[in-house]
T-cell receptor
Framework: QKEVEQDPGPLSVPEGAIVSLNCTYS??????FMWYRQYSRKGPELLMY????GNKEDGRFTAQVDKSSKYISLFIRDSQPSDSATYLC???????????FGTGTRLTVIP | GAVVSQHPSWVICKSGTSVKIECRSL??????MFWYRQFPKQSLMLMAT?????????EQGVEKDKFLINHASLTLSTLTVTSAHPEDSSFYIC?????????????FGEGSRLTVL
């Protein structure tokens, strides 16, 4: 079983839709959760950073962490064509040296 | 802040030659840098972790003699693909962790696309 599971998609939505992206994980020690956005042929950029369970909102983006279910989500409201990218979830535990990544979900927002 | 620059962004070389890719943290000191490889439509595959002034730690299955990593300063790490072959063609991405950064937070370079003919 992979440490982090993420549906690779692809996911296509019309402009203005609410997008829900999800990851599950198996290691209960993970406490730090991130979402990265990667445009084609570019390096990933950090979108959201959360610690432990709860919600975090930043503009049109909301990250949710449910540690009891080992489930994290990223919601994108009023999606725009510029949101079209691959979204990678990542997580780690205290003291760990590296991140554990999901496979990434490719999102296309259709104008 | 927290900008990581990677160079070159793309390179084409002949089989058998060596290629060096640089990763620089422009506005912070990076105690640890990571090198990844990414195949089309796949996630990041960690190749190695490098700490400034010490030998890199390679992931299982990554040939350390083929992928030479040097982290000579707190702002620069290099990856040299030695005697490159077509199967080494890939997208290579580096990331860096700030000395005072949040746990797990990494900043990525733009990536380097290597094509070996």
């Amino acid at each position: 079983q992979k440490e982090v599971e993420q549906d690779p998609g692809p996911l296509s939505v019309p402009e203005g839709a609410i997008v829900s992206l999800n990851c599950t994980y198996s290691n209960s020690a993970f406490q730090y959760f991130m979402w990265y956005r990667q445009y084609s042929r570019k390096g990933p950029e950090l979108l959201m950073y959360t610690y432990s369970s709860g919600n975090k909102e930043d503009g049109r983006f909301t990250a949710q962490v449910d540690k009891s279910s080992k489930y994290i989500s990223l919601f994108i409201r009023d999606s725009q064509p510029s949101d079209s990218a691959t979204y990678l979830c990542a997580m780690t535990q205290t003291g760990a040296n590296n991140l554990f990544f999901g496979t990434g979900t490719r999102l296309t927002v259709i104008p | 802040g927290a900008v990581v620059s990677q160079h070159p962004s793309w390179v084409i070389c002949k089989s058998g030659t060596s290629v060096k890719i640089e990763c620089r943290s422009l506005d912070f000191q990076a105690t640890t840098m990571f090198w990844y490889r990414q195949f089309p439509k796949q996630s990041l595959m960690l190749m190695a972790t490098s700490n400034e002034g010490s030998k890199a730690t390679y992931e299982q299955g990554v040939e350390k003699d083929k992928f030479l990593i040097n982290h000579a300063s707190l702002t620069l790490s290099t990856l040299t693909v030695t005697s490159a072959h077509p199967e080494d063609s890939s997208f290579y991405i580096c990331s860096a962790r700030r000395a005072s950064g949040r746990n797990g937070e990494l900043f990525f370079g733009e990536g380097s696309r290597l094509t070996v003919l």
